[in-house]
């Protein structure tokens, strides 16, 4: 089992910025990668952010790139989503996933097989 704990989340006016961590505890060598997803009210949970734990390469969804940046502390076993230039259309529950089927895509939710409770980032105009 992973356990998977979000904070950061909060309310912000647009362009401004926030940081969401995301602290891993238990068998975080069962997966191989970290990821951020969101879900706006009434929509679908939508991919944002992945990185591996073992190497530096990252992707990310197009609405976010250039705005967002994904990293990692292994010594923390904590990964971190830095938002900047934040916007209303960003306002949404934030999910940090562990990934542990290297067979599916990263962007898709099946891949990942541990989620935090989220945390909610609201994007005021």
């Known amino acids: 089992q992973v356990q998977l704990v979000e904070s950061g989340g909060g309310f912000v006016q647009a362009g401004d910025s926030l940081r969401l961590s995301c602290a891993a505890s238990g068998r975080t060598f069962s997966s191989y990668a970290m990821g951020w997803f969101r879900q706006a009210p009434g929509k679908e949970r939508e991919f944002v952010a992945t990185i591996r734990w073992s190497t530096t390469r990252t992707y990310y969804a197009d609405s976010v790139k250039g705005r967002f940046t994904i990293s990692r502390d292994n010594a923390k076993n904590t990964v971190y989503l830095q938002m900047n230039s934040l916007k209303p259309e960003d306002t949404a529950v934030y999910y940090c996933?562990?990934?542990?089927?290297?067979?599916?895509?990263?962007?898709?939710?099946?891949?990942?097989?541990?989620w935090g409770q989220g945390t909610q980032v609201t994007v005021s105009s």
């Open positions: 996933a562990a990934r542990v089927d290297a067979g599916l895509p990263y962007a898709k939710s099946e891949a990942y097989g541990y």
